[in-house]
């Protein structure tokens, strides 16, 4: 069986992200006979929707989310590996970057509001790459399922 690709241009707003949902869902039913597929596949969806957050929030958030006036874009490829088990997903935007090395974990002995998401990711992906090269910056995440 041949890897499966699927390419996704979104708008930068939240509520666009649910279709990454969608389509995590279906390479993952496509994967056919999955130990813990249900749980494997909630964990690939709420890891991607926290970078598709962070992308939304910090890299546009000079765009004016929300505002209707948005023109920031995310460039999604997600793929299934069939030969490896594996589910890729990488986020591609044009916005502003980051420097991930200074984002500390948050205090798990304290609440917070917010922080929790590259922490999340982490934790629920086998592997979570950032870089930022020139004007574009790109979110990896895998899985094997």
Not at 49 to 68: L, M, P, R
Not at 135 to 142: A, G, I, K, V
Request: hydrophobic share 40%; with cysteine.
């Amino acid at each position: 069986m041949q890897p499966v690709d699927i390419h996704l241009n979104l708008p930068a707003d939240v509520f666009f992200l649910q279709i990454i949902s969608c389509a995590v869902q279906t390479l993952v039913d496509f994967a056919g006979e999955v130990d813990d597929k249900e749980s494997k596949c909630y964990a690939i969806q709420l890891a991607v929707q926290e970078a598709g957050v962070n992308v939304v929030k910090y890299a546009y958030a000079s765009e004016g989310i929300g505002s209707g006036t948005l023109k920031g874009r995310i460039l999604v490829d997600l793929m299934y590996d069939p030969e490896l088990h594996l589910i890729c997903v990488e986020l591609s935007d044009q916005g502003a970057s980051f420097d991930i090395s200074q984002i500390n974990g948050p205090d798990l002995s304290k609440a917070h509001e917010r922080g929790y998401g590259i922490f999340l990711m982490h934790s629920l992906m086998d592997s979570v790459e950032y870089t930022s090269c020139g004007s574009s910056n790109q979110w990896r995440l895998t899985k094997k399922i």
